[in-house]
């Protein structure tokens, strides 16, 4: 019945997904990764794994390659050594379908970046028309479920300039939803929002989390670390330096460099 | 000077005809190459941003190839060196059929096609890298995130200096005389050459440049306006619907 090969696809949902969940199955795997822009050696020996059903938050000064890692898993970066490997594919094998995999990969930006030429709705349903070849009906009634767990449904023919920055990126999330991706890529989701606004975000993130989503996110907010998060990944320079459950992590930074991290982040 | 205004040969003899005519062949030129231009300009333009160098340098050698030629000199080029480079029966056909409409209009276009390309990269360019991202983020090819959301975006954010780039196309119609194409300028010279009437003549070619070129700026305004993106700054009004 349960047939394990290196392939996360392999475990038939039919079966039972708290099953699969508890094996441990990577989706994303970072293989001793190095990555330079020009002569900065941005990313060290990157060795990774994350689960189904993960929710992992990177964390970590500026400047010290956690945009560049969480980029590299879609591809939006290429490596030049070391290998990644996404849902069961090698992201160097030249007859990679790269659309194919980032169809399979949501990504939320720090600024939105929603279509500014076209409506909220729109916005969600282009992905799965365009590539996933969805009818409109069928990709608009998908969208207006997706604005309802977002908590915008109000918003369908709005444009993104008439939304605040908690709504678009609520928005940018659903529309990243809308491919049914396998995992949920965040890069400082709530960077550019206003305080009141953060806590909207945060809990559309956390109920995603809650429903089994494998998520990676580069974020400074511990209190969802704290809350959510699986494990906690600390980058400095270009290194993973710790990682560890968030309970750990927070009470006993285990180096200096996390815990000068923490001493800053925490209480400032 | 006791000069005594005579605005009768305008429309006395063959001289309305031939205005009508002039305008009528200088509007037929600047459409067709504005859309060759504009599809070049818009190809090229687009081409000159994407993450593929040998395409980008396939784009930036045409732009810079034709935009440091002067216009007159290629409209030549097209109508008199190029012709016996074709076949014999190409060569006949075409000289039954307006040679000169023709290169001029391919000269005008291509030629306004390497302008148009720089306003469209200019475009393209004031547009964040991580939109184009966001876009192939869901699986979209390079073609599509460029068709359905870069150029859209771009296109409307050019559409004033794309007006000043139709209206000098629009103008530089006019070289097309010096191959022998009967546009308004020929015929506004032909009509001076038969009546005399130099100021005339000019005048009403002017006014009906102006008249031309000021409803190509406010069909163009409608169309910014019509298409103005939501929430971006925008002309007084533009952005009420
Ligand atoms: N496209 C690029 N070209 C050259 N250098 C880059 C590029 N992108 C990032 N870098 C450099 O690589 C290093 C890591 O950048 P990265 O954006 O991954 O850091 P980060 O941890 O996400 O920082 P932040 O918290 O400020 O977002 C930085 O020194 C940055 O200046
Ligand atoms: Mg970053």
Same mark, same amino acid.
């Given at each position: 019945?349960?047939?394990?090969?290196?392939?996360?696809?392999?475990?038939?949902? =039919?079966?039972?997904?708290?099953?699969?969940?508890?094996?441990?199955?990577?989706?994303?795997?970072?293989?001793?990764?190095?990555?330079?822009?020009?002569?900065?050696? =941005?990313?060290?020996?990157?060795?990774?794994?994350?689960?189904?059903?993960?929710?992992?938050?990177?964390?970590?000064?500026?400047?010290?390659?956690?945009?560049?890692?969480?980029?590299c898993?879609?591809?939006?970066?290429?490596?030049?050594?070391?290998?990644?490997?996404?849902?069961?594919?090698?992201?160097?094998?030249? /007859?990679?379908?790269?659309?194919?995999?980032?169809?399979?990969?949501?990504?939320?930006?720090?600024?939105?970046?929603?279509?500014?030429?076209?409506?909220?709705?729109?916005?969600?349903?282009?992905?799965?028309?365009? =590539?996933?070849?969805?009818?409109?009906?069928?990709?608009?009634?998908?969208?207006?479920?997706?604005l309802?767990?977002?908590g915008?449904p109000?918003?369908?023919?709005?444009?993104?300039?008439?939304? /605040?920055?908690?709504?678009?990126?609520?928005?940018?999330?659903?529309?990243?939803?809308a491919?049914?991706?396998?995992?949920?890529?965040?890069?400082?989701?709530? /960077?550019?929002?206003?305080?009141?606004?953060?806590?909207?975000v945060?809990?559309?993130?956390?109920d995603?989390?809650?429903?089994?989503?494998?998520?990676?996110?580069?974020t400074?907010?511990?209190?969802?670390a704290?809350?959510?998060?699986?494990?906690?990944?600390?980058?400095?320079?270009?290194?993973?330096?710790?990682?560890?459950?968030?309970?750990?992590?927070?009470?006993?930074?285990?180096?200096?460099?996390?815990?000068?991290?923490?001493?800053?982040?925490?209480?400032? | 000077?006791?000069?005594?205004?005579?605005?009768?040969? +305008?429309?006395?003899?063959?001289?309305?005809?031939?205005l009508?005519?002039?305008?009528?062949?200088?509007? %037929?030129?600047?459409?067709? $190459?504005?859309?060759?231009?504009?599809?070049?300009?818009?190809?090229?333009?687009?081409?000159?941003?994407?993450?593929?160098?040998? +395409?980008?340098?396939?784009?930036?050698?045409?732009?810079?190839?034709?935009?440091?030629?002067?216009?007159?000199?290629?409209?030549?080029?097209?109508?008199?060196?190029?012709?016996?480079?074709?076949?014999?029966?190409?060569?006949?056909w075409?000289?039954?059929?307006?040679?000169?409409?023709?290169?001029?209009?391919?000269?005008?276009?291509?030629?306004?096609?390497? !302008?148009?390309?720089e306003?469209?990269?200019?475009?393209?360019?004031?547009?964040?890298? @991580?939109?184009?991202?966001?876009?192939?983020?869901?699986?979209?090819?390079?073609?599509?995130?460029?068709?359905?959301?870069?150029?859209?975006?771009?296109?409307?954010?050019?559409?004033?200096?794309? @007006?000043?780039?139709?209206?000098?196309?629009?103008?530089?119609?006019?070289?097309a005389?010096?191959?022998?194409?009967?546009?308004?300028?020929?015929?506004?010279?032909?009509?001076?050459?038969?009546?005399? !009437?130099?100021?005339?003549?000019?005048?009403?070619?002017?006014?009906?440049? +102006?008249?031309?070129?000021?409803?190509? $700026?406010?069909?163009?305004?409608?169309?910014?306006?019509?298409?103005?993106?939501?929430?971006?700054i925008?002309?007084?009004?533009?952005? %009420?619907?």
């Open positions: 019945m349960l047939q394990f090969v290196n392939d996360h696809i392999v475990c038939r949902p =039919v079966i039972c997904k708290s099953l699969c969940d508890r094996i441990f199955i990577p989706v994303v795997e970072f293989q001793h990764v190095n990555k330079w822009f020009g002569t900065l050696h =941005v990313l060290k020996e990157i060795d990774l794994q994350i689960e189904s059903g993960e929710v992992v938050v990177i964390c970590g000064p500026s400047g010290s390659g956690k945009s560049t890692l969480i980029r898993i879609n591809r939006l970066e290429a490596v030049q050594s070391g290998e990644i490997i996404v849902a069961g594919k090698q992201l160097s094998d030249p /007859s990679l379908d790269l659309r194919a995999l980032r169809a399979e990969i949501g990504f939320v930006f720090q600024q939105f970046n929603l279509y500014p030429h076209l409506s909220v709705m729109e916005n969600i349903t282009l992905g799965p028309i365009k =590539v996933r070849r969805v009818s409109r009906e069928e990709g608009e009634k998908t969208a207006m479920q997706l309802e767990r977002v915008i109000d918003k369908a023919g709005a444009f993104p300039a008439s939304l /605040s920055g908690g709504q678009q990126q609520r928005v940018a999330i659903a529309r990243a939803l491919m049914q991706p396998k995992i949920m890529l965040f890069d400082e989701p709530t /960077s550019a929002l206003d305080p009141e606004m953060i806590n909207e945060l809990e559309v993130m956390t995603l989390a809650r429903d089994g989503m494998t998520m990676v996110v580069v400074h907010e511990m209190g969802f704290r809350r959510v998060a699986h494990r906690v990944v600390f980058m400095d320079e270009g290194q993973i330096i710790e990682e560890g459950k968030p309970e750990s992590f927070f009470a006993e930074p285990k180096s200096p460099r996390a815990k000068q991290f923490l001493s800053k982040i925490l209480f400032h | 000077m006791n000069y005594h205004f005579d605005w009768s040969v +305008l429309w006395t003899g063959q001289s309305g005809q031939w009508l005519q002039g305008v009528v062949t200088t509007l %037929e030129i600047s459409v067709l $190459a504005w859309l060759l231009a504009l599809g070049l300009g818009t190809l090229s333009g687009a081409l000159r941003t994407v993450p593929f160098a040998p +395409l980008r340098a396939l784009a930036t050698c045409y732009v810079e190839f034709f935009r440091n030629v002067p216009l007159l000199v290629w409209m030549f080029f097209w109508y008199f060196a190029l012709p016996p480079f074709l076949p014999q029966s190409l060569q006949d075409l000289f039954n059929h307006g040679a000169e409409f023709w290169a001029g209009t391919v000269a005008l276009g291509v030629y306004h096609g390497a !302008r148009f390309s306003v469209i990269r200019a475009g393209i360019q004031a547009i964040p890298k @991580t939109q184009f991202e966001a876009a192939i983020s869901t699986g979209l090819s390079t073609g599509q995130a460029y068709r359905l959301i870069i150029l859209p975006i771009a296109l409307r954010l050019i559409i004033p200096p794309a @007006t000043n780039e139709s209206l000098n196309l629009l103008k530089n119609s006019s070289v005389l010096t191959i022998g194409v009967a546009e308004l300028t020929f015929q506004t010279r032909q009509i001076e050459t038969y009546t005399a !009437r130099a100021f005339e003549a000019l005048t009403a070619g002017t006014l009906i440049y +102006l008249a031309l070129c000021l409803t190509i $700026a406010f069909v163009m305004a409608r169309v910014e306006r019509r298409f103005a993106i939501p929430g971006m925008a002309r007084v009004g533009a952005a %009420e619907h």
